[in-house]
C-alpha cells in the first residue's frame, strides 16, 4: 500500500478563492471613476454659476437641438444601412465596371473630410440654382438640414459598405460548401446562414461609427442647422458664459454613453451562444 501511495502524486491545493481582476472589470472602474468626476465637476460648477434666467430661456432649445441631433444621426444611420447593401455586393462584384464605381465611391467619402463633403452640397450644389430649379431638386438643396443629412448618409454609408462587405468575407468557405451539399440555392444560403454570421462580426464596428456619426454630426452647426452644438454656439454667443458648451459636452456624454451601453448588451445577448 505504500508503495501505491508513493506513485500517486499528492493532491493540489485548492484553488484560492480570490478572482482576478480583469481588464473588463478595471475599465469599468475607470468609467465609473471618470463619470464621478464628471459629476462632482458639473456639481459645483452649477453651484458656483447657476442662473436660473439663462436655464429657462436656453433650456428648451438644448431640448430642441438634441432632438434635431438625434433625428438627423438615426435616419443618417438607417438610410446609410440601406444604401451600404448595394454598394457592398457591387465591391464584391466580379464585374469590373459595378466594382470600380463602388471602389471609388467608397474611396473618396473615406478620404475626404466629412466638413468638406457637407461644405460641397451645401455651397457647391448650391451654386447650381437655375439647374436644380429645373429638375425640381432646389426645395432639397436650400435646406440646410437637408444638405446635412445627405452628406451623412453618404458618409456612413460608404463605412458601413466597408464594414459589412469585411463582415460577409469573414465567414469561413465551408459554411457556402456547407448551404450546398444540403441542396439550399445561394439566396437562401446568404439570408439564413452567412447573413446573420456577419452581422455578429460586424455589430461592433456598427456601433463604432454610430458613435463616429452622433459626435461627427456637430459639423452642420456651421451651415446653420440648430442642432445640439447650433444651439449651444447661439447660447454662447449671447451669453459668453463657457458653461454653455459644459452643457453641450454632457449631452453628447449622455447620448454615447448610453448608446455604448445598449450596444454592449444587444452584442452580449446576440453572442450569448458563443459564450460557454
Known amino acids: 500500500m505504500s508503495a501505491v501511495s508513493e506513485l500517486i502524486p499528492p493532491r493540489a491545493p485548492p484553488p484560492s478563492a480570490k478572482v482576478p481582476v480583469t481588464a473588463a472589470r478595471i475599465a469599468g472602474i475607470a468609467v465609473l471613476i471618470l463619470w464621478g468626476l464628471l459629476g462632482?465637476?458639473?456639481?459645483?460648477?452649477?453651484?458656483?454659476?447657476?442662473?436660473?434666467?439663462?436655464?429657462?430661456?436656453?433650456?428648451?432649445?438644448?431640448?430642441?437641438?438634441?432632438?434635431?441631433?438625434?433625428?438627423?444621426?438615426?435616419?443618417?444611420?438607417?438610410?446609410?444601412?440601406?444604401?451600404?447593401?448595394?454598394v457592398a455586393f457591387a465591391r464584391m462584384s466580379q464585374n469590373r465596371v459595378l466594382n470600380g464605381i463602388a471602389y471609388g465611391y467608397v474611396y473618396v467619402f473615406r478620404s475626404t473630410p466629412l466638413l468638406a463633403q457637407l461644405f460641397l452640397i451645401y455651397y457647391g450644389l448650391g451654386s447650381f440654382r437655375p439647374e436644380l430649379e429645373t429638375v425640381g431638386l432646389w426645395w432639397f438643396f436650400r435646406e440646410a438640414w437637408y444638405c446635412g443629412l445627405l452628406s451623412f448618409v453618404l458618409n456612413t454609408a460608404a463605412y458601413q459598405a466597408e464594414i459589412l462587405r469585411g463582415a460577409i468575407q469573414s465567414v469561413p468557405r465551408g459554411q457556402h460548401e456547407g448551404a450546398a451539399a444540403l441542396g439550399l440555392?445561394?439566396?437562401?444560403?446568404?439570408?439564413?446562414?452567412?447573413?446573420?454570421?456577419?452581422?455578429?462580426?460586424?455589430?461592433?464596428?456598427?456601433?463604432?461609427?454610430?458613435?463616429?456619426?452622433?459626435?461627427?454630426?456637430?459639423?452642420?452647426?456651421?451651415?446653420?442647422?440648430?442642432?445640439?452644438?447650433?444651439?449651444?454656439?447661439?447660447?454662447?454667443?449671447?451669453?459668453f458664459d463657457y458653461q454653455a458648451y459644459l452643457w453641450a459636452a454632457m449631452f453628447y456624454l449622455v447620448m454615447v454613453e448610453g448608446l455604448r451601453q445598449v450596444w454592449a448588451r444587444l452584442e452580449k445577448r446576440l453572442t450569448r451562444h458563443l459564450r460557454r
Open 40 to 86: 462632482i465637476g458639473l456639481i459645483m460648477t452649477v453651484i458656483n454659476g447657476w442662473d436660473q434666467t439663462k436655464f429657462l430661456r436656453y433650456g428648451p432649445r438644448y431640448l430642441h437641438g438634441l432632438w434635431v441631433t438625434v433625428s438627423l444621426v438615426g435616419l443618417s444611420v438607417v438610410l446609410g444601412a440601406a444604401l451600404s447593401l448595394p
Open 185 to 239: 440555392s445561394p439566396s437562401i444560403a446568404f439570408r439564413k446562414i452567412v447573413m446573420p454570421q456577419a452581422l455578429i462580426v460586424a455589430l461592433r464596428p456598427y456601433g463604432n461609427e454610430i458613435v463616429l456619426m452622433m459626435k461627427g454630426s456637430a459639423v452642420v452647426a456651421i451651415v446653420t442647422v440648430f442642432d445640439l452644438m447650433g444651439e449651444t454656439r447661439y447660447a454662447f454667443s449671447r451669453t
